[in-house]
């Protein structure tokens, strides 16, 4: 039966998360869970900054014989390079900047990450994946007809950065993952793991055309335990440890090293624009942002009558929407009826494909009841 439609009463997150729970008040269990299990437990105060500079002292004491102490997965995103500028000059840290090109970086994001290996005086790793890889990865996300497209880029990223590190010796990787603007997570049935390996390679074996012969692999398994409890490698969290304001943030390094401001999240990725911002919503009905607004209406950086009225606008404009379709397309090797015939094909989701979902659950919820996880991931 179709679930009536219903929207959480403080902020927007609603029904297009099918399972999505509410309150006698008309909360839902995303606002309950923030209030009942991360605020509670987040300190972005004095006590976070010193836990944190402790944190900073420890790693530049084991680093001190390295060239570089730690290393930061940069994509010209605000967080990203918010975390790298917080690093280098409040933390006093020796990070090397690691950027991940899978073949759609915007002009923006480019020059986001000039800026700041400029302006903050530091040394800069680029891994170019092999395009041919990708293109046909990615092609293959399309015709399997499920939600999470940005799996082979997010793959990469993850994959790339962490096999390098743990190559190189390096113990921590500092990251821009944070509650200020990420509290709210989108569902899986929006966006899928994508470290789930198995699935991207049942994905893969389904409809790919050439073996993924250097495309950077790591299961969230190498990930979480190999990596952290064998190769004795850390995450390090910063933004949670200080007060993040995202337009704040954004404006902070707009003004000291030139960053260029971007409309919203991920956008910094043409790809991740067309994808979230047209296809998504346009063939599922997901709308990541108000995964995206509800996180800062809880944090209070938006109000949710702001919110409501930035969702019932398209993300971006009809004319750019029909530009990045067409490029889309072109860089994919297909043509626009060929790819508009995939967007009215039928829906699938992760379940229709092989995939890890119960051991990674299994591991969510030991590490929710270690209170490790505080975030909602379903």
């Not at 500028?85 to 759609?104: C, N, Q, S």
């Not at 990450?113 to 891994?127: A, P």
């Not at 346009?282 to 995964?291: E, H, I, L, Q």
């Amino acid at each position: 039966m179709t679930r009536a439609y219903c929207i959480c009463t403080n902020c927007i997150m609603d029904t297009s998360d099918s399972n999505i729970t509410f309150d006698k008040r008309g909360w839902c269990d995303y606002c309950n869970n923030y209030h009942r299990n991360i605020l509670p437990n987040w300190h972005p105060d004095e006590r976070g900054e010193r836990e944190m500079l402790a944190v900073a002292a420890g790693i530049r004491e084991e680093g001190k014989d390295r060239d570089h102490d730690c290393i930061i997965g940069v994509s010209g995103g605000v967080d990203s390079s918010y975390v790298a500028y917080l690093a280098k000059e409040k933390l006093g840290l020796r990070p090397l900047i690691f950027h991940v090109d899978a073949g759609w970086n915007s002009q923006q994001s480019v020059n986001n990450i000039e800026k700041m290996v400029d302006g903050l005086g530091l040394d800069l790793h680029t891994e170019v994946v092999n395009w041919e890889e990708m293109k046909d990865l990615q092609r293959a996300f399309f015709k399997a007809q499920v939600p999470h497209l940005d799996t082979p880029q997010d793959h990469a990223f993850f994959a790339a950065l962490y096999n390098f590190a743990a190559e190189h010796g390096f113990k921590y990787v500092i990251t821009g993952a944070n509650y200020s603007t990420e509290c709210v997570r989108e569902p899986l049935e929006w966006h899928y793991h994508a470290s789930d390996l198995r699935q991207l390679k049942d994905i893969h074996r389904r409809f790919g055309e050439r073996p993924l012969s250097t495309f950077p692999m790591a299961d969230i398994f190498k990930f979480k335990i190999y990596y952290r409890f064998v190769k004795g490698m850390r995450v390090v969290k910063p933004l949670n440890n200080f007060p993040y304001l995202k337009d704040e943030a954004m404006q902070e390094l707009a003004d000291k090293f030139g960053w260029q401001k971007y409309a919203h999240k991920h956008y910094e990725s043409r790809f991740t624009r067309f994808y979230e911002g047209y296809w998504l919503p346009t063939k599922f009905g997901y709308d990541k942002r108000r995964a995206h607004f509800s996180s800062l209406i809880l944090t209070k950086q938006l109000s949710r009558d702001e919110a409501l009225e930035k969702i019932a606008q398209p993300a971006y404009d009809e004319e750019s929407m029909r530009q990045d379709f067409e490029y889309v397309a072109t860089k994919l090797d297909m043509t626009v009826p060929e790819m508009q015939e995939l967007l009215k094909g039928p829906n699938k989701t992760y379940r229709d494909y092989s995939h890890s979902m119960a051991l990674i659950d299994l591991g969510t919820q030991v590490l929710r009841g270690l209170g490790l996880q505080k975030m909602i991931v379903r």
